[in-house]
């Protein structure tokens, strides 16, 4: 499992491919042929149909070279594998196992990685391959946990492959078994030598074709194309390839325009451009052309939506839905517009309503889940991001994991927070921020063991962790290890002076131990920080109190009144940017433009958005200043436009 062991094995396999000249390339080619068709289903522009038929051609054309690659391998090895001398002939089985794991052939890779074995059975590192394959690849904690613990017994010793046959054995509730395991884990870290200069590593192993980033959005594919990414997900390569084509010849998005085909392509391209005006040009003609065709009115619809006339956009998206009742895309670029809009209640309804035309549209799922998070209906919001996570999204699972564990730690439902949390560490095992995470709600349980074990993977992974340090000092103290408490509490204010927690883990573990005068003087310090961050944190919250009051006084038409409390709100925070764009706000609605601008000038020197200049566009044109309106205004469609061409190109 160590960060060694992985690259053994990966110089096997590039081992075994100098031997027929080859290299890794074809599987780079299909997972970025797999991105590129990804990306093209969003059909954000109209004129992706070419790039979803290329790209899928790019992906057969590179899996039959993935292949073919291997097959090359299998004949180079086949006659010598044979009469090889043991060690060479185990070496062989390894590289030719890796890559077939590599290609999800898991049954051939667990063949030879069983061949490796019974060359030499004292090597740990074959059976945890074997352990991750029935784990990534297979979804099988029971064949895992039988890999681990034979992997544990040949080496005793080793943390890592404690600590991951602890995680299988507590899924699985052998919680005996897996506390053992979890205190071999950590016996084994606390005889790691320190280091003078730790650096953040990546010791956890991952086998499977799509890996997670952490902090990345989840893609949901087109419920159209649900059952092709399925089969990929699966490791059924060229059957997905089929379900794709198959899907491709029923979509509107890649299907043989007519003689509307000119101008949807000039609108598209305009689109990409950000010439919001050509592209609404082009796209009257295309609609002229084929009035009931419902694809140009979609792209109707997103002209307007980029240029935020969103009641324009919803007219456009509401006509191509009525012409294509199951226009997935049509439906949420209309509720992406009502939710621009404030219309949460709309939104909410049209993605109800597409969810009864197409059930598996898991971005309708997370859509309304995300709308129910904003109402603060958070039953409803867990229950809806809870049935878009069973969709297992191609990337970002990890992430619907994050947000649906912070809606249940939020709510102190702290069962369903592990619920979460625990799953989101097998996608993204080398974020020391979600071993954190996990161990927090293990803390609030009571479950100390575990608590600890994950804090001190998040400091394995991450040695500059302040907060996971101050967190296994916690612990510590909790367990009345006063002298562990301390150590792990020093080490954290080494990394960060003003850890107010570890400051006082320190303190009262000090106390405890006898040294009365060391642990008074951290009280104090503790007792300072402590003062400060809560003086910080009711600002904070007084302002933040001020601004939500303003915005409903603002919605119920009583400018006045917030402008009074946003004139508070800035002089607790008068370098915000953000307090002089809303006072600015609130001003220019209360029919005070010339003070607005004032405002709205300020806050344009540091934030440079679209927004602030709209506003003050606006201030000036209530003042009569055409020109500097015009200014303003121009300024806006050029944020726009550049923000257009950027996303455009990068699709």
Do not use: C
Request: glycine share 6%.
């Amino acid at each position: 499992m160590s960060h060694r062991t992985a690259s053994t094995l990966l110089t096997l396999i590039v081992s075994a491919a100098t031997l027929t000249g080859q290299s890794a390339e074809p599987k780079a080619a299909f997972v970025q042929a797999v991105g590129q068709f990804s990306l093209a289903l969003d059909g954000a522009y109209g004129d992706e149909g070419a790039r979803v038929r290329s790209s899928l051609d790019a992906m057969s054309r590179a899996l039959g070279d993935w292949d073919a690659m291997l097959r090359k391998y299998e004949a180079a090895m086949a006659a010598d594998i044979r009469t090889a001398e043991p060690g060479l002939a185990l070496k062989m089985h390894l590289a030719l196992g890796g890559l077939y794991l590599d290609r999800v052939r898991t049954a051939d890779g667990l063949r030879e990685l069983a061949a490796a074995q019974k060359l030499d059975q004292t090597r740990p590192d074959v059976t945890v391959f074997e352990a991750l394959t029935h784990s990534q690849l297979e979804g099988n904690d029971t064949a895992a946990i039988a890999a681990l613990r034979r992997a544990s017994t040949l080496n005793p010793n080793d943390a890592m492959t404690a600590y991951v046959l602890a995680r299988h054995l507590s899924r699985t509730g052998a919680l005996d078994l897996a506390g053992r395991a979890y205190e071999r884990f950590l016996a084994g870290e606390a005889r790691r030598p320190v280091q003078d200069q730790p650096q953040p590593t990546m010791p956890f192993i991952d086998l499977r074709l799509f890996q997670e980033t952490s902090g990345i959005e989840p893609f949901f594919p087109p419920a159209l194309y649900v059952d092709g990414f399925a089969e990929l997900q699966r490791g059924n390569l060229p059957q997905a390839i089929e379900l794709f084509r198959q899907s491709v010849m029923r979509d509107s998005l890649a299907a043989e325009s007519g003689v509307e085909a000119g101008a949807l392509g000039q609108a598209a391209a305009a689109l990409r451009d950000g010439s919001l005006d050509r592209a609404a040009e082009h796209v009257a003609v295309a609609i002229e052309l084929a009035p009931v065709r419902a694809e140009p009115h979609r792209i109707k619809g997103l002209i307007y939506l980029a240029g935020r006339q969103l009641d324009a956009a919803a007219g456009a998206l509401t006509v191509a839905i009525k012409l294509n009742p199951r226009d997935e895309r049509a439906r949420l670029a209309l509720a992406d517009a009502q939710i621009i809009s404030g219309d949460l209640p709309a939104a909410r309804e049209s993605l109800q309503e597409l969810l009864k035309v197409l059930p598996s549209s898991g971005r309708a799922r997370y859509k309304l889940g995300l709308i129910y998070q904003r109402q603060g209906l958070y039953a409803d919001a867990m229950r809806e991001l809870t049935a878009a996570a069973a969709m297992k999204p191609l990337l970002g699972l990890n992430s619907l994991y994050q947000s649906i564990g912070a809606l249940a730690r939020s709510q102190q439902q702290y069962p369903d927070a592990v619920a979460a949390f625990s799953p989101r560490i097998d996608l993204v095992p080398n974020d020391a921020g979600a071993h954190h995470e996990l161990g927090e709600i293990y803390f609030r349980q009571g479950r100390q063991l575990e608590a600890l074990a994950e804090f001190t993977a998040a400091v394995m992974l991450n040695p500059t962790r302040a907060d996971s340090y101050a967190a296994i000092g916690q612990v510590h103290l909790r367990s009345g290890n006063h002298a562990e408490a301390v150590a792990a509490a020093q080490r954290a204010v080494a990394l960060d002076a003003s850890h107010k927690e570890a400051r006082y883990v320190l303190a009262t573990s000090l106390v405890r131990m006898g040294n009365v005068d060391e642990g008074k003087r951290e009280l104090e310090t503790y007792q300072r920080l402590q003062a400060e961050a809560t003086a910080a944190r009711s600002r904070q919250l007084e302002i933040e109190g001020l601004r939500r009051d303003a915005s409903v006084s603002i919605v119920n038409g009583e400018f006045s009144k917030a402008v009074a409390l946003l004139r508070q709100a800035l002089e607790r925070d008068p370098p915000s940017a953000q307090s002089h764009l809303d006072l600015g706000l609130a001003l220019l609605k209360a029919g005070q433009p010339a003070e607005a601008v004032e405002h709205l000038t300020t806050a344009t020197a540091t934030d440079n958005s679209e927004d602030a200049h709209e506003y003050l566009a606006e201030a000036y044109a209530a003042l009569g200043r055409g020109g500097d309106a015009d200014r303003e205004r121009a300024i806006v469609a050029r944020i726009r436009q550049d923000a257009l061409r950027r996303a455009g190109a990068a699709r």
